[in-house]
C-alpha cells in the first residue's frame, strides 16, 4: 500500500523567502506525482505535474523534482508572497488512483 | 472554461434520507473519481469509473453507489447515510487513469 508522507507539516516564513516542501513515498511504481495547492475549504488547484521519466518540472515561480528511485520529490517556490499561504499536497499515481500525503501548511507573513 | 463542477456545494441531510452528488466534467475526461478528505485521514478514494458503464472500488466504498452512463456525468450516491459520512468530497476527472487530475471545489456534507 502506497504511504505518502511530507515534511513538514507547517512552515510559516518571512515574504519574500524561499519554501522547500518535501514529500516522501513508499511505493516507487508509480506513473506520475502530481503537487496540489489547497486553500481553506476549498478545492484542490494542480500546481505541477511531473511524469515518472521526468526529473523536474517548472511553472513560474515553482519548481518541482522528482527522485523515483529514492521515493522523493521536493516543491521549491521561490521568492514566497502572501497569497501563497495555502496548504500544499503531494499525490502519487499508482494503481489508477491518487495517494496524497497529508500536506504541509504554509503561512507567508508580510 | 475547462472545470469539473460538482453540486450541491453544501449539504446538510439527516441518517437515512437518500441523497445524490452530482458531478460533470466538459473536458471530453474519459477517467473520473471520487475522494472524501477527512481531518488526520488525508484524501482517500471512494470510486473511480475508466469510462462509461465501468466503474470499481477504491479504498473507502462501503456505504456509497456511483454509475456512469454519460461520459460527462459521474454521480455519487449515498443510499442511506450516517453521520461518519460527515466529510468533504470531491470529484476529479482525467484523460486517463495515468493523467493530470483536475478536482472539483468540493462537497461540505454533513449528516444528522
Known amino acids: 500500500k502506497q504511504e505518502v508522507t511530507q515534511i513538514p507539516a507547517a512552515l510559516s516564513v518571512p515574504e519574500g523567502e524561499n519554501l522547500v516542501l518535501n514529500c516522501s513515498f513508499t511505493d516507487s511504481a508509480i506513473y506520475n506525482l502530481q503537487w496540489f495547492r489547497q486553500d481553506p475549504g476549498k478545492g484542490l488547484t494542480s500546481l505541477l505535474l511531473?511524469?515518472?521519466?521526468?526529473r523536474e518540472q517548472t511553472s513560474g515561480r515553482l519548481n518541482a523534482s522528482l527522485d523515483k528511485s529514492s521515493g522523493r520529490s521536493t516543491l521549491y517556490i521561490a521568492a514566497s508572497q502572501p497569497g501563497d499561504s495555502a496548504t500544499y499536497l503531494c499525490a502519487v499515481l499508482n494503481d489508477y488512483k491518487l495517494s496524497f500525503g497529508a500536506g504541509t501548511t504554509v503561512t507567508v507573513r508580510a | 472554461e475547462a472545470q469539473v463542477t460538482q453540486n450541491p456545494r453544501y449539504l446538510i441531510t439527516v441518517t437515512g434520507k437518500k441523497l445524490t452528488v452530482t458531478c460533470s466534467q466538459n473536458m471530453n475526461h474519459e477517467y473520473m473519481s471520487w475522494y472524501r478528505q477527512d481531518p488526520g485521514l488525508g484524501l482517500r478514494q471512494i470510486y473511480y469509473s475508466m469510462n462509461v458503464e465501468v466503474t470499481d472500488k477504491g479504498d473507502v466504498p462501503e456505504g456509497y453507489k456511483v454509475s456512469r452512463k454519460e461520459k460527462r456525468n459521474f454521480p455519487l450516491i449515498l443510499e442511506s447515510p450516517s453521520p461518519n459520512q460527515t466529510s468533504l468530497y470531491f470529484c476529479a476527472s482525467s484523460f486517463g487513469p495515468r493523467d493530470e487530475f483536475y478536482f472539483g471545489a468540493g462537497t461540505r456534507l454533513s449528516v444528522l
Open positions: 511531473i511524469q515518472s521519466s521526468q
